[in-house]
């Protein structure tokens, strides 16, 4: 009997060690496969999560207000923890982890129900997840199967917690999560949602949008409002549960109605509207300059350079003045302020599709001049004939695209600091990175480059004075090619003398021939001119006809005033700055446009001559023998104005640049193709001066 229930009691213990040793081998493989799984995590001490990944950076004026941003579509809008609610980051705490300041990255009490809840799946549910969890998830590239993973994020947690403060992990979950198709970050969504930012969120709203981060599809707020509500109502009274809010202010807040709030925004956002910005011509330049001003200063690629302004959360401080951009805007797009008379239209047309056959077809024509919008009917038949294009064919796209004639720009500069102040590229409406006559059209100068090419070099090489006297009369030069060159007066008129300065305002081609080749010579004259910051200028353009403009491509409106702005900043070159700096998210500066080599400063003439030709490019508009002056002095009386007309061959392009004490600004006009205007047309006159006399209104008059 004692043998029978010793070997019972042996035998229980051997099934115990069993048991037991089969546990602790249990255990130990589960801490063995938590150890491995572990190992295979990233390190967490490489990871910065004190900004988000991605941001727009934002463009500022010259008065510090916000203009413009450059953004990618999934870049986000960040706000930092101490600009939140108070009550927004409760009710966020109230969803997501309501023992969030309590535990260390995980919650265990929220891991036990998970595992009793989920037994049956062998995993553990998402609701186990704390915000410190959801932020690993945000931030860290995780590896292996789900079971895994899980592990890596709660191990990762712990470690996460020990390295950044609650503060910092809210701070970045708030600026990452997402709140509805695209929109990422609390202050996005308070903008998309309530066209406001989220420290202004009121305690309902910010609630709504607690809720609309949990289930962003259930709780919709414009397609679940009433989803969205119960929630709202259940976090209210858990808040109050928690002390976070009085019985009062959850009855208060109770009777707000935030869905009646909605913002365009979210219309705009549910029915599919496109989001693509269209940015003003001013914008487009100022992230061209960036970009190649990333490259040149941080030596990266293209790709990296738009990455940087597209998602680093830069902040911009363009040039612009808002108050001068809108006056010229106002001027040049008032179609009154252009001749009936020369109205033409640009038509851009493309279509695309699949033929009776089968076969695709993709069509584009571009840059096509007719003469009225009644034309365009006719022309779109001739090209889909032209195409063969007809019936019995599906047409999948087609687009027209037209554009007013003729085609203008106008540029404004502060001329002592090289800042563009305003800019206006082109005529009818501005489509995405649409083409910018201000700086992308080269165009000839005519007889603005008389001052550049001849008479400048020669002022400052000190072959001439502006009273010196030279004959105006026919000549022909020989040209190394063979044969010979005979530059022609406008008027046909060819006998007298002039001084420099008579020459200049009579705009006498012979004469500023004779300067070119006698007095300064076709290299030296070349020479300046890039000096001047012409960058389209070719080894062909060294011709004598440099005197009058005479081009293969032609200068841009830009660089054109760039460099009549030299003239009027005593002959020091500055290059034209779209921005003054362009600083990181924490302040630092990246670039600086206001010294150094980005600023782009040297001297082409000396003070003493750039005096002279300041007074001799008065005299155009206020002398004795002026052809400009009275259409300009019609519009703006009294500030002191030098500056100079062009006029291409043919009338292809009609400019005037001038400068007063406070501004240098040019004028173009003409048509795309480019076809000739009407002679003796002046209406960029009566514009340019229209626009600088409501530019310097309330400026005190002074001299240069």
Same mark, same amino acid.
């Given at each position: 009997?004692?043998?029978?229930k010793s070997k019972k009691t042996k035998t229980r213990r051997v099934l115990v060690s069993i048991v037991l040793g089969g546990l602790l081998l249990i255990l130990i493989g589960i801490i063995v496969y938590v150890a491995k799984t572990i190992s295979k995590a990233p390190d967490i001490s490489e990871v910065n999560i004190t900004q988000p990944i991605k941001a727009n950076s934002i463009i500022y004026d010259v008065l510090g207000e916000k203009i413009d941003e450059f953004s990618a579509a999934d870049n986000r809008s960040y706000i930092g923890i101490e600009e939140i609610p108070t009550f927004v980051i409760q009710a966020v705490i109230t969803i997501e982890d309501s023992r969030f300041y309590e535990h260390h990255g995980i919650d265990i009490r929220k891991i036990l129900g998970a595992v009793v809840n989920n037994f049956s799946s062998g995993s553990l549910s998402d609701g186990a997840s704390t915000i410190t969890q959801q932020v690993i998830k945000n931030a860290v590239a995780l590896e292996g199967n789900s079971l895994e993973k899980k592990i890596q994020e709660q191990y990762l947690a712990i470690k996460f917690e020990q390295l950044y403060s609650k503060d910092t992990i809210l701070e970045y979950y708030l600026n990452s999560m997402g709140f509805g198709t695209n929109i990422v970050g609390i202050e996005a969504a308070a903008n998309q949602y309530y066209g406001k930012s989220a420290s202004e969120l009121s305690l309902v709203e910010g609630a709504t949008l607690a809720v609309l981060m949990e289930r962003p599809t259930y709780y919709s707020l414009y397609t679940h409002p009433e989803n969205n509500w119960e929630k709202v109502k259940q976090v209210l009274e858990q808040m109050e549960k928690a002390g976070y809010l009085t019985a009062e202010e959850k009855e208060q807040a109770l009777l707000e109605k935030p869905y009646e709030r909605l913002g365009e925004g979210l219309q705009q956002l549910l029915e599919g509207a496109p989001k693509e910005a269209i940015q003003s011509y001013f914008v487009d330049a100022l992230y061209k300059q960036i970009l190649e001003d990333l490259q040149t200063v941080y030596n990266i690629s293209e790709i990296e350079a738009k990455a940087k302004i597209y998602s680093d959360g830069l902040q911009i401080e363009s040039t612009l003045d808002s108050r001068v951009q809108s006056i010229v805007e106002k001027y040049m797009a008032d179609e009154s302020n252009y001749p009936e008379s020369l109205y033409k239209i640009q038509v851009e047309y493309s279509i695309a599709g699949v033929k009776a056959n089968g076969t695709m077809f993709d069509k584009k024509v571009q840059s096509i001049i007719l003469n009225s919008q009644e034309d365009i009917p006719a022309f779109e038949e001739k090209q889909l004939e032209k195409w063969h294009i007809g019936q019995g064919d599906t047409i999948v796209s087609e687009n027209l695209i037209t554009m007013p004639q003729p085609q203008s720009a106008f540029v404004v500069t502060d001329y002592k600091t090289g800042a563009v102040k305003a800019l206006y590229g082109g005529r009818g409406e501005k489509y995405y990175h649409g083409f910018n006559y201000a700086t992308q059209a080269k165009r000839m100068p005519g007889s603005t480059f008389k001052v550049l090419a001849a008479y400048a070099p020669a002022l400052n090489e000190g072959k001439i004075t502006p009273d010196t006297m030279i004959r105006n009369e026919k000549v022909s030069f020989t040209i190394e090619e063979g044969g010979s060159w005979t530059p022609l007066n406008w008027n046909g008129q060819y006998q007298g003398s002039y001084t420099i300065t008579q020459a200049i305002a009579n705009s006498m081609n012979?004469?500023?021939?004779?300067?070119?080749?006698?007095?300064?010579?076709?290299?030296?004259?070349?020479?300046?001119?890039?000096?001047f910051g012409f960058t389209t200028l070719r080894e062909e353009d060294k011709t004598y006809a440099l005197s009058m403009g005479g081009l293969t491509d032609g200068v841009t409106p830009l660089e054109l005033t760039a460099?009549?702005?030299?003239?009027?900043?005593?002959? /020091?070159? +500055?290059?034209?700055?779209?921005?003054?700096?362009?600083?990181?998210?924490? @302040?630092? =500066?990246?670039?600086?446009?206001? %010294?150094?080599?980005?600023?782009?400063?040297?001297?082409?003439?000396?003070?003493?001559?750039?005096?002279?030709?300041? /007074?001799? +490019?008065?005299?155009?508009?206020?002398?004795?023998?002026?052809?400009?002056? @009275?259409? =300009?002095?019609?519009?703006?009386? %009294?500030?002191?104005?030098?500056?100079k007309t062009g006029t291409a061959s043919n009338n292809t392009d009609l400019l005037f640049v001038g400068y007063t004490p406070y501004y240098a600004a040019t004028i173009w006009t003409g048509y795309s193709n480019p076809d000739a205007m009407q002679r003796s047309n002046n209406y960029h006159l009566d514009l340019w001066a229209k626009i600088m006399n409501e530019i310097h209104q309330g400026e005190e008059i002074k001299k240069f």
């Open positions: 009997m004692e043998r029978t012979v004469i500023a021939a004779k300067v070119l080749v006698e007095q300064v010579g076709i290299d030296k004259s070349f020479e300046y001119l890039k000096e460099a009549y702005a030299t003239i009027a900043n005593e002959g /020091t070159y +500055l290059a034209p700055s779209f921005y003054t700096v362009v600083k990181d998210r924490e @302040g630092n =500066i990246l670039l600086d446009r206001t %010294q150094g080599e980005l600023q782009n400063s040297h001297q082409v003439l000396s003070q003493e001559a750039a005096g002279q030709l300041t /007074t001799m +490019l008065c005299e155009v508009v206020d002398g004795p023998s002026a052809h400009t002056g @009275g259409k =300009i002095r019609n519009h703006f009386k %009294q500030m002191p104005i030098a500056g």
